[in-house]
């Protein structure tokens, strides 16, 4: 029964941190791309991993009854551990919108338009994010994934001394923004905030609320037919 | 103008029986469209994105319009996400999104397309053409382009650089009206034998034999995805860099080269942003005037670069300023005060169009050495001009925040150096991916942009670039599917019989 139980808790931790290995993988690789079929190489690892699971506890136990417990019972659990590692994965919106609020903090009490302005700015994002290619649209959300996670929080405060365990959806807005300053500031590696900067910067601007803080008209039309 | 014979809804699955099929309405499938249906034949046009008429442009703001009218919404990316790529996807393509400048090809450029894949255009036939295209679309020289784009003159003139105000395809009406070739051809073109289908993709190529004989287009609305047949006597392909290699590549066809996706180039561009004491507000002025060709082929004889005076809207200037959230903002506070340049490299055509297991395409390109050498030196050419010109502080486009306060500061630049990732590069010029060429040993096309593989098969828009032009690309491709054009109805008995 141990091994039963300690094999399906194993199964849902290897479906979870397959999902999440798969995605660093592609980071680590530094190749911030890919071809969208994740799903075949979790498949691939599910059926592996539960052929050899079986084997072992057969192997241990001789009682086929258990074996067969396990086998459909474990898969389950397996892609419990995969759904739910793709949940948080899928968490990307909320990321965003956590940058968004921390990066445009609302500075005029008086600001009426400020919410309906970073609702805007969300949208626009959101509609980009929508209308890319899926292999890039991937990228990103491997992007956010990573940028959100403990690991990465963890280790890139520890940089600057600061011990900060915790998702970044979870960090205090200042501990938000510090947080996007310590990477954006590591050569080599500061394209990751510096895209999801860009990202964010450009819906905001593109919203016709943030123009009159900056003195922009968006008139075109003497300019006429685009330009 | 005559009324446009456009569709872009539809209720069920259809077969059109056309002499000529053309995917893609901009610059080069719009010139071929228009003297094809003048000739006489008729032409269906297929377009992936949206039909806007110059109603719909006017009752919205500039950016609301080019977030709907930009190829994924301005984010095309390469593989390694350091280059942004900008294209058109609505009905006149990228002509409807761009500046509007107009360069002939230089000398230089062509001589290198002779050498390499032995393109076969003479100097006089290129250059009767080019004055043709021109006419149509009223290229002009720019005049009264604004404070913005008269600071790149004064730095040049005070440098002893060489410099002059570039020609574009405008009126001079309401204070300066772009053209592109939804007014100068479409709109011109005989409806009873142009027609064009907006929001269909067209998704497979039907090969028989050694020709083409169909088309299936797709159109998705909210609840079904309804088909286009095509039956077609000619089929052109003129759906833009990348898009035309990808469908290539999808269907497998006219690739007995190997060519087909490769020597892409994008003249990758970065920009350079200067504060000045006093207000310059850019967003009076015309988008783009100046251009300074001191480093370019055709004072160097070797490609180089050119450098350009640019408006920049604040969406665009929040990504090319360094910072996050308030410093960022900071930056924008001092957008009125603020004029831009752009470095433009004529860069070595190295970049890839493959497939990845989705069947979509995926642009493999970073900037060589030799390429990063030369942004590098741009960046500093154009710091200079701007202090030149009395500039407070230079804003490089450097990942890495780089504000220069003094013409002393300039070594920052070198410091930075060029490795992987080291500016904000864009680029509005893909070029290449099906190369022209001589034979089907070094190219996909012939010099009349005709397949070397397929006899009814012709590719007319910058993917036949053998390498990139040095200067904005827009009349040349223009031009070049104006003279496939012509050599099209040269032929017209044999191909029709």
């Not at chain 1, 194993?10 to 190749?31: A, C, H, P, R």
């Not at chain 2, 004529?346 to 890839?352: M, P, Y």
Request: net charge negative; with cysteine; hydrophobic share 40%.
């Amino acid at each position: 029964m141990l091994y039963l139980v300690s094999s399906l808790l194993i199964g849902y931790g290897i479906g979870f941190f397959t999902v999440k290995i798969n995605y660093l993988l592609v980071i680590f690789l530094g190749k911030l791309w890919s071809s969208g079929n994740a799903q075949r190489r979790y498949v691939l690892v599910g059926g592996i991993v539960t052929v050899m699971y079986g084997a072992m506890i057969f192997y241990q136990t001789n009682d086929f009854v258990l074996t067969l417990v396990f086998v459909a019972v474990f898969p389950v659990l397996l892609v419990s551990g995969i759904k739910h590692a793709m949940h948080r994965f899928n968490q990307y919106i909320d990321v965003l919108n956590a940058l968004i609020q921390s990066l445009f903090p609302k500075e005029d009490p008086n600001d009426d338009q400020h919410e309906a302005l970073l609702a805007d700015t969300s949208k626009i994002s959101q509609e980009m994010l929508g209308s890319m290619r899926k292999s890039q649209l991937e990228s990103l959300k491997i992007l956010f994934f990573f940028f959100d996670s403990i690991f990465a929080v963890f280790f890139i405060s520890l940089i600057k001394g600061k011990l900060r365990f915790s998702r970044f959806i979870n960090l205090s807005k200042e501990d938000q923004v510090d947080y996007m300053h310590i990477w954006a500031a590591i050569e080599g590696l500061n394209l990751g905030p510096v895209a999801l900067k860009a990202l964010i910067g450009y819906s905001y601007y593109t919203s016709h609320l943030s123009w009159d803080k900056i003195g922009y008209r968006g008139e075109v039309l003497r300019r006429s037919y685009i330009n | 103008m005559t009324a446009l014979n456009i569709q872009t809804t539809f209720d069920a699955d259809e077969t059109k029986n056309v002499d000529v099929c053309i995917i893609g309405t901009g610059a080069g499938g719009a010139v071929v469209g228009y003297h094809l249906a003048q000739a006489g034949l008729k032409v269906l046009m297929l377009e992936k994105g949206d039909y806007y008429s110059h109603d719909d442009i006017k009752s919205e703001t500039r950016e609301e319009n080019l977030h709907k009218l930009w190829k994924n919404r301005g984010a095309q990316l390469t593989k390694l996400p350091l280059l942004a790529i900008t294209q058109g996807e609505c009905v006149g393509g990228s002509t409807i999104i761009n500046y509007g400048i107009c360069f002939r090809i230089p000398n230089e450029t062509l001589d290198i397309w002779k050498s390499e894949t032995g393109v076969e255009f003479s100097q006089d036939e290129l250059g009767k053409e080019y004055s043709e295209v021109e006419k149509q679309i009223q290229v002009r020289q720019i005049t009264d382009a604004g404070t913005s784009h008269e600071k790149l003159e004064i730095g040049c003139k005070a440098l002893g650089y060489s410099g002059s105000w570039m020609y574009k395809n405008y009126i001079t009406d309401e204070g300066g009206i772009k053209q592109n070739v939804l007014l100068s051809y479409l709109e011109k073109a005989k409806p009873e034998n142009l027609e064009i289908y907006a929001n269909c993709k067209a998704t497979k190529i039907i090969k028989n034999g050694d020709k083409i004989s169909g088309i299936q287009a797709v159109h998705t609305n909210l609840n079904e995805t309804i088909t286009i047949d095509v039956k077609s006597t000619i089929l052109v392909i003129s759906a833009g860099t990348i898009a035309s290699s990808e469908l290539l590549l999808q269907n497998k066809i006219a690739n007995s080269s190997g060519y087909v996706g490769t020597h892409l180039g994008f003249h990758p561009a970065s920009s350079v942003i200067a504060q000045f004491d006093h207000v310059i507000d850019g967003q009076n002025d015309l988008s783009m005037a100046y251009h300074c060709n001191h480093f370019g082929i055709e004072k160097t004889h070797e490609p180089g670069m050119m450098i350009e005076s640019i408006f920049i809207p604040p969406s665009t200037f929040s990504a090319a300023t360094p910072g996050i959230g308030k410093e960022n903002a900071e930056f924008l506070e001092k957008y009125d005060h603020s004029a831009v340049a752009g470095v433009m490299i004529q860069d070595e055509a190295h970049g890839t169009v493959s497939l990845n297991w989705s069947k979509d395409a995926v642009v493999d390109y970073t900037l060589s050495d030799n390429d990063g050498k030369k942004l590098l030196e741009g960046l500093k050419a154009i710091a200079k001009i701007f202090f030149a010109a009395g500039a407070k502080k230079v804003i490089t486009g450097h990942i890495q925040k780089t504000i220069l306060e003094s013409i002393d500061d300039l070594h920052i630049i070198d410091e930075r150096g060029f490795g992987l990732g080291s500016f904000r590069t864009a680029s509005a010029h893909p070029q290449g991916g099906n190369r022209m060429g001589a034979t089907k040993k070094n190219s996909v096309v012939n010099s009349n942009c005709r397949s070397h593989d397929i006899k009814n098969l012709y590719i007319c828009d910058a993917s036949v670039f053998p390498t990139p032009l040095g200067v904005n690309p827009q009349l040349t491709v223009m031009t070049i599917a104006s003279l496939a054009a012509k050599k099209i109805l040269e032929q017209k008995t044999d191909i029709f019989g």
